[in-house]
């Protein structure tokens, strides 16, 4: 499967974003997605998975801000972003083919396939 998010872009603390992750395959709808971050100087860390029957999971710094979901007709992955602060600048990943665990900030090491990212910038 090929990943390709876009949607990411500079925006005021705040505002909201919502980026995309379309997939090629038709295995998609069987895949366990996930979306990544990765600010400089730090580690990647996952933030959001959502699993083949739509359970989805968040990390702690963007519950109740972002919301995952997923068009199976699209074969597209979406994250979306609402009060935005700085420290969610980053570069975003989606990936797919992956486990949702309880500590989602270290799922990426279960993940088979990663798009290629996409840069949110939040100014204050």
């Known amino acids: 499967v090929q990943l390709q998010a876009s949607g990411g872009g500079l925006v005021q603390a705040g505002d909201s974003l919502r980026l995309s992750c379309a997939a090629s395959?038709?295995?998609?709808?069987?895949?366990?997605m996930g979306w990544f971050r990765q600010a400089p100087g730090k580690e990647r860390e996952g933030i959001s998975c959502i699993s083949n029957d739509g359970a989805t999971y968040y990390a702690d710094s963007v519950k109740g801000r972002f919301t995952i979901s997923r068009d199976r007709a699209k074969n597209t992955l979406y994250l979306q972003m609402n009060s935005l602060k700085p420290e969610d600048t980053a570069k975003y990943y989606c990936?797919?083919?992956?486990?949702?665990?309880?500590?989602?900030?270290?799922?990426?090491?279960?993940?088979?396939?990663w798009g290629q990212g996409t840069q949110v910038t939040v100014s204050s």
């Open positions: 990936a797919a083919d992956g486990i949702c665990i309880p500590t989602i900030q270290t799922m990426g090491r279960h993940f088979e396939h």
């Open positions: 395959g038709r295995t998609f709808s069987s895949y366990v």
